[in-house]
């Protein structure tokens, strides 16, 4: 069959609308201001992947492909390591083992810093840390007050060693937690050595279950 000149000019399109009908709601991100509270790695999906994708696209070189299709594959993994790696997070290894590639505890935490702002589809507001203070005046507790912007559970990681933070595994030290939703937070640490440094975390999480996390701080306990 011949096609007219009209024809002719209609068959990109009609293709670019076909290829588009057989992949779903793919489409190249817009830049847009978010907020992280999920943990994502190869295989997820939802909005927070797109909202993860949306990010990333905006940073051409991390993710060229800008794509926004609420899957978390291989592009998507590839993306995560160069945001990891320019960010100085983790730039070896692999999720298993060192979270390079999967979204975990601290990359949400880069990438709020980074990115800022909020997205809402039901719940996916981390609480809000703030006016963190350590009463270490006693030589064997300290007592870690925070608040956070609506009612969570508060927990604090605390350790005399550095606490290394790794995408595939827990949070590391000893945990001592609220088991009560509120806002205002004071959990106490008891067991501690008299004048010796410790380092810490401290986290909350919602209702939702979405967490937030301080970045490791350090007291000194009384001699």
């Known amino acids: ?14 293709v670019a609308i076909t290829l588009l009908a057989s992949f779903g709601a793919i489409y190249v991100a817009n830049a847009q201001s978010v907020t992280f ?5 190869i295989g997820s999906r939802g909005a927070h992947v797109s909202a993860l994708q949306s ?31 320019a960010e100085e997070i983790v730039c070896s290894g692999s999720a298993a083992t060192t979270g390079y590639g999967r979204v975990g505890p601290k990359t949400l935490l880069q990438l709020n810093l980074v990115a800022g702002g909020g997205v809402s ?6 609480p809000v840390i703030a006016a963190v203070a350590v009463d270490a005046s006693a030589s064997t507790t300290a007592l870690v007050r925070f608040s956070t912007n609506e009612s969570a559970m508060a927990k604090v ?7 290394a933070l790794f995408e595939g595994s ?8 609220d088991a009560s939703f509120r806002m205002a937070h004071v959990v106490q ?19 939702s279950g979405n967490m937030n996390l301080t970045w490791p701080a350090t007291f000194r306990t009384a001699q």
Do not use: W
């Not at 069959?1 to 009609?14: E, F």
């Not at 509270?37 to 790695?41: K, V």
């Not at 589809?121 to 981390?126: E, I, K, N, R, Y």
């Open 157 to 163: 990681h605390f350790a005399p060693s550095p606490l």
């Open 189 to 207: 640490l008891t067991g501690l050595a008299p004048n010796t440094t410790y380092y810490y975390v401290a986290s909350a999480t919602d209702a």
């Open 55 to 85: 990010f990333l696209a905006t940073r051409t070189s991390h993710y060229p492909e800008g794509l926004v299709t609420g899957y978390f594959g291989n592009l998507t993994t590839a993306a995560v390591m160069r945001f990891q790696c």
């Open 170 to 177: 827990a949070l590391p030290g000893t945990a001592v937690g």
């Open 121 to 126: 589809s039901g719940d996916q507001s981390a």
């Open 1 to 14: 069959m011949k096609l007219t000149s009209v024809q002719r000019k209609l068959v990109p399109a009609i």
């Open 37 to 41: 509270t999920q943990q994502m790695s």
